[in-house]
């Protein structure tokens, strides 16, 4: 067979495929093959200067199921994180809804302002609400001062505490995942709404909002995705009262060195956290159906 008919035969590669290579060659040997390891390491009963028994066990997961604290560590990292999506979602929407909709001189400058939390290390962001949030913080004498409050709220170590420092994150990633999308709708479809008689509730609620759906579900799910994996905020604002999962992993991989068990953790919170987001997918899905019926 010649030359000729040799480079008939062989199929070609478009492309595009070798453009991606790189980037899933890294996705392989940085992402994949680590967690195919930590869920090697979760069916077994490794411990870090132990023999490690042969064969494979769900020991690991009957543990964490067995046990009510660890059942009420998921349960608290859950609520947790759903808090923080509807705050930063409810909060966001209208800031972002004015940004889009500005022709402000300052609308750059007013964006600026939104990102500028994502600019500071989360340890200083964190420290920072420590020092206003404290029992004689900046904001209980504030209250304490106006005579709102007689004794100090309890902040730290609380539910609401690490809410507010994980909503100084989160906050800034639904404004700027809700902007592009608001930017993107044709405001004459909100005109035409109006001039056959909708009110301006009727027109947001018929046309800019379920068009805005798909903004709504990207920023909620990275919120979510970053404060129920979030460890740096739960540990130095929850202390040892409030226990969450990424707190409970470190303490397995780093204090006891039961390996085996962190990694069972880290797979329940990974699978949690997908079957969470491929419900809420469907309830989008369903919404976003029903809307169109109506």
């Known amino acids: 067979m010649s030359e000729a008919t040799l480079s008939v035969v062989r199929p070609k590669v478009p492309p595009v495929l070798w453009l ?17 390891l930590l869920l090697s390491n979760s069916l077994r009963l490794v411990v870090v200067g ?16 067995a046990d009510p ?3 009420g560590s998921l349960w608290a990292t859950l609520i947790l994180g759903i808090s923080v999506t ?12 004015g940004l889009a909709r500005s022709r402000h ?9 939104v990102v500028a939390p994502l600019l500071v290390s989360v340890v200083i962001r964190t420290y920072g609400w420590i020092v206003l949030l404290a029992n004689n913080g900046a904001v209980n004498n504030a209250l304490v001062a106006m005579r709102l409050i007689e004794e100090p709220v309890k902040f730290m170590f609380t539910h609401l505490g690490v809410t507010i420092g994980l909503l100084h994150f989160g906050l800034p990633v639904a404004i700027l995942s809700l902007v592009g999308v608001i930017e993107a709708v044709d405001r004459s479809l909100e005109e035409a709404a109006r001039g056959l008689g909708a009110s301006p509730l009727q027109a947001f609620l018929r046309i800019t909002l379920p068009l805005t759906l798909p903004g709504i579900a990207a920023g909620s799910m990275l919120v979510f995705s970053s404060a129920v994996a979030a ?12 226990i969450v999962l990424p707190t409970l992993i470190y303490q397995q991989m780093t204090v006891t060195l039961e390996w085996g068990f962190g990694g069972a953790v880290a797979t329940i919170l990974l699978g949690v956290a997908i079957a ?11 919404a976003r159906g029903l809307g169109q019926m109506a």
């Open 86 to 97: 509807v705050l930063a979602t409810l909060m966001g929407y209208p800031v972002a809804f």
């Open 105 to 113: 001189r300052w609308k750059t400058a007013l964006r600026l302002l």
């Open 50 to 65: 132990q023999p490690t028994p042969p064969g494979i066990t769900l020991a690991n997961y009957i543990r964490f199921l």
């Open 69 to 71: 604290f660890y059942l």
């Open 231 to 242: 460890f740096v905020i739960p540990a130095l604002m929850g202390g040892p009262t409030l």
């Open 276 to 286: 969470l987001f491929l419900m809420y997918q469907r309830l989008l899905a369903m």
């Open 20 to 36: 991606m290579a790189p980037l899933a060659l890294a996705l392989v040997v940085y992402f994949l093959l680590p967690l195919a």
